[in-house]
């Protein structure tokens, strides 16, 4: 490197020190963001700052834990070509709905007409006797489709499963696939909303179950309008695409795949990554949206277990060895796909083991120096809210290393 080469580096690593990271005053739900819940969903002004420093406009920007594609959706929207990767199928439809145009015009005609059917078709079910006081179907024929899940009647009252069956139904028969995933995502959207769970988390946890008494009916100030739900969702979506649309961005590119094989991706291929990796051992996104999981039939056992970090393997002896083994098979393809002087950016924090610290983001900076990479430099970050396995780890580092 030479002496301005040196220069700039510098000056770019001054520019992102001088800056506040802690962004407790932000909007964090820029663009399209916020079209889905989502567990430690990426705050968009850290890929944001960093994909503004490091690249330039066309270039190609990786995340190989991209999540709910939060990184890929700013990389559009500064005109670079977002490449996201992922094992979560979830995770993957709400971040292919995030990264896309949509045409608005086309859209909101679309979604007045839906909403219309829906309301006619749930209402409808709505209105009638509970299906527990009669042994026959509904005296209208409303189609429902309602996959065959664990613990249906104590995850949800009995009118609540057959109103999210109609909708269920009325959306898979979607022709459409761009506005199907749409539906999908505003679907999921809800799914623990109307759910019996007491607890008002947008996700469920993995050590939260279903109501104990099966026969047990939901009070009357949670028996929820589904469709009311629904429009909601559609509503909010909505103005998250229409936002993202209204740049004109490049649409990102998503791969339901494993980052320790980016097959897809050739040699020095890349001008830019940045993730956030998984705490080790500290959630488990499937289990957390299993709801969604058990609609759309994905396996949340598979998926958990080739989950890298996945809070179910936190027992097993090595548990914390094979989550940086992991992660580094995962930085060796990241190095591979990279071209040579371009940036890797990893937002990481120290996690807990068994009520240990566990030291992760010198760790990270070792295996990565083993690899391959320069380290530059890291940005610390206060945390304001963490997972309750997590709460004790009160900062993150912004790791800058570059090839």
């Given at each position: ?19 506040d ?5 932000v909007?964090t ?18 890929p ?36 996201g ?16 145009k949509?045409?608005?015009?086309k859209?909101r ?18 209105s009638?006797?509970?299906?527990s ?9 409303i ?38 995933d749409?539906y ?7 799914t ?24 047990k ?10 469709y ?9 979506a ?8 209204k ?29 956030s ?7 488990d996104?499937?289990r ?26 936190r ?11 992991e ?20 937002i ?19 295996m ?36």
């Open positions: 490197m030479n002496k301005n080469d040196l220069n700039s580096v510098n000056t770019k690593i001054d520019t992102l020190k001088s800056l990271w802690d962004l407790t005053d909007d739900t820029k663009y399209s963001a916020n079209i889905h819940p989502y567990h430690a969903r990426f705050i968009p002004q850290i944001e700052r960093l994909i503004s420093t490091y690249t330039e406009e066309n270039d190609t920007v990786l995340d190989p834990f991209n999540g709910s594609g939060t990184s890929t959706m700013i990389a559009g929207t500064l005109q670079r070509k977002g490449v990767v992922d094992l979560n199928p979830l995770a993957c439809l709400i971040a292919s709905v995030k990264c896309r949509y045409d608005l015009d859209i005609k679309h979604t007045k007409e839906f909403l219309s059917t829906v309301k006619h078709n749930v209402r409808t079910i709505d009638q006797p509970r299906i006081d009669y042994n026959s179907s509904h005296s209208e024929d189609p429902t489709k309602i996959p065959d899940f664990p613990d249906q009647d104590r995850w949800y009252d009995e009118n609540v499963l057959e109103q999210m069956g109609a909708l269920f139904y009325l959306i898979e028969n979607i022709n459409a696939k761009r506005l199907r749409f999908r995502v505003c679907f999921s959207g809800i623990k909303k109307v759910c019996k769970s007491n607890e008002d988390w947008t996700y469920v946890g993995d050590n939260m179950f279903p109501d104990k008494d099966s026969n009916l939901t009070p009357v100030n949670k028996v929820y309008d589904v009311q739900r629904f429009e909601n969702q559609v509503e909010k909505l103005d998250g695409i229409a936002q993202f649309s740049v004109n961005p490049i649409e990102g590119e998503i791969h339901k795949s494993d980052s320790r094989d980016l097959e897809f991706l050739n040699d020095e291929s890349v001008d830019f990554a940045v993730t990796p998984p705490y080790a051992n500290a959630v996104y499937a957390y949206h299993r709801l969604s999981f058990y609609w759309f039939d994905w396996g949340v056992t598979e998926t958990k277990e080739d989950e890298i970090g996945a809070r179910s393997k027992g097993r002896k090595n548990a914390v060895e094979d989550y940086f083994e992660s580094k098979q995962v930085y060796e393809e990241v190095y591979r796909v990279l071209k040579t002087g371009s940036h890797f950016c990893i990481a924090g120290d996690t807990q083991h068994r009520n240990e610290r566990v030291n992760a983001t010198d760790q990270i900076i070792q990565c120096e083993q690899i391959g990479y320069k380290y530059e430099d890291k940005i610390t970050r206060r945390v304001s809210k963490q997972s309750m396995s997590q709460k004790n780890i009160t900062e993150e580092e912004l790791i800058i290393l570059s090839k």
